[in-house]
């Protein structure tokens, strides 16, 4: 007869608790990254170098900016171009975007993307191989790299969250998570 009790208690505040989790909104955090913050992680991951058959290209001295309108990160990065004992000396510039990887409860910056390059001294025709060796060679260290992880503290409730949103306010990308 207890055990009966415990039992239909139990149902009854199993359903009591799924009641109110429908009734309640989800829960959401709010991440703030600096521009400072994510110029320090992207600095200490150069210098980047791709070498072909026929060229090199590095890159350093990221400097990152938050684009407000668009909320984007730009990224313009000195280029040296090496091509046998040939050396020119130039700047890319990219964007990309940050996301957000539930399974490592960790944000990253991704999709980056050249949308110039000006090297002085290199032939126009070296401009698409140059743009396509900038983002073969940026995109897998970010990819890999997260610039923010969540503390154990909350990885756990956020480890079934999706992005939201993100903006970019003050020189600051606020990031919303919201939990599924």
Do not use: W
């Not at 239909?8 to 309640?24: E, Q």
């Not at 050396?87 to 050249?114: C, H, I, P, W």
């Amino acid at each position: 007869m207890k055990t009966k009790r415990v039992k239909m208690m139990n149902k009854l505040i199993l359903t009591v608790l799924l009641l109110c989790a429908s009734i309640l909104p989800a829960q959401a955090l709010t991440v703030k990254f600096s521009e400072a913050e994510l110029q320090e992680k992207v600095s200490k991951q150069m210098p980047l170098i791709k070498k072909t058959s026929f060229m090199t290209v590095e890159l350093t001295n990221p400097i990152l900016t938050l684009a407000k309108d668009k909320n984007e990160i730009e990224l313009q990065l000195n280029v040296k171009l090496l091509m046998g004992e040939l050396e020119n000396q130039g700047y890319a510039r990219l964007t990309g975007s940050l996301s957000y990887k539930a399974a490592d409860a960790a944000f990253y910056v991704t999709n980056m993307q050249v949308h110039e390059v000006r090297v002085e001294g290199m032939p126009e025709f070296f401009t698409p191989q140059v743009k396509q060796m900038a983002e073969q060679v940026v995109n897998p260290v970010l990819d890999k790299m997260p610039i923010y992880k969540l503390k154990d503290d909350v990885t756990q409730t956020m480890v079934k969250a999706v992005l939201e949103s993100i903006e970019v306010h003050n020189k600051t990308l606020i990031a919303t998570l919201s939990v599924i």
